[in-house]
């Protein structure tokens, strides 16, 4: 999974190995030698996950993820420490500072790209889940659409309007949309992973020239793509 990182150590060898193995794991990243240069990199282009040590000078790793834990803008950025500071009662305080991953040096760097990749697996879920509006919400626009496309008729006849090559799984995948499931339950429905359901839904988008599933369900049910 590729993603932004930011890194900010203050031990020049560390930083350049652990950039040059995420880079190498397909991550792009920005390095800092201290909070204060971390955080003008912030400013200049949010990452989507920050890598930090704790015992910096001026501003230690704990006063750096106060500081972004207080900022709107970097409130819910992942953030991982890397540290030789790898006490039970360090990693306490880490975890209540609000860190989301505590990493003790020496570490194994494959563990860390997998933490990394958890970390920005989960938030993508999470941003994913923000944006999908309420199932209930959206069940009930589709059924307003159906409802006012059949009293004009657009929807009385069987063949389609319009002449899209659809595959057999893009037809099942629009039909389920139509019905007005979301990607988790046209997944178990049609047996198959989230993320296959969301490049059926993303190719439906392109195919159709729309950009949202209930602009999706209108052009669908008006042009006879389904019923």
Same mark, same amino acid.
């Given at each position: 999974?590729?993603?932004? /990182? ?7 060898? /560390? ?18 030698a201290n909070a204060q240069d ?12 920050? !890598?930090?040590? !704790? ?9 750096? +993820?106060?500081? +972004? ?22 990693? !306490? ?11 003790? @040096? ?8 997998? !933490?990394?990749?958890? /970390? ?42 319009? @002449?899209?090559? /659809? ?25 198959t992973s989230v993320r296959n ?6 190719? +439906?988008?392109? @195919? ?7 602009? +999706? ?11």
């Amino acid at each position: 999974m590729a993603g932004h /990182l930011l890194l900010v150590d203050d031990e020049p060898g /560390l930083r350049d190995a652990v950039q040059a193995y995420l880079e190498d794991s397909g991550f792009t990243v920005d390095v800092a030698a201290n909070a204060q240069d971390g955080w003008q990199l912030l400013e200049a282009q949010t990452p989507e996950l920050v !890598i930090s040590d !704790i015992m910096m000078p001026q501003v230690d790793g704990y006063q750096f +993820l106060a500081q +972004l834990r207080q900022d709107p803008r970097f409130r819910e950025l992942p953030v991982i420490f890397l540290t030789a500071r790898g006490m039970t009662t360090d990693r !306490i305080q880490g975890y209540q500072a609000g860190v989301d991953a505590y990493l003790p @040096k020496p570490f194994d760097p494959d563990e860390l790209v997998a !933490i990394v990749s958890n /970390l920005l697996g989960r938030r993508a879920t999470t941003a994913e889940e923000d944006q999908t509006p309420n199932i209930t919400d959206l069940a009930s626009q589709i059924a307003e659409i159906k409802s006012l496309l059949t009293k004009r008729g657009a929807i009385s006849h069987s063949a389609a309007t319009v @002449k899209i090559d /659809l595959t057999p799984r893009e037809q099942s995948v629009l039909d389920l949309v139509a019905s007005g499931l979301m990607n988790k339950e046209i997944a178990r429905r049609l047996d198959t992973s989230v993320r296959n359901v969301e490049k059926y839904v993303s190719r +439906l988008f392109s @195919k159709t020239g729309t950009n949202s599933r209930t602009e +999706l369900v209108r052009y669908a049910l008006e042009n006879g793509l389904t019923s």
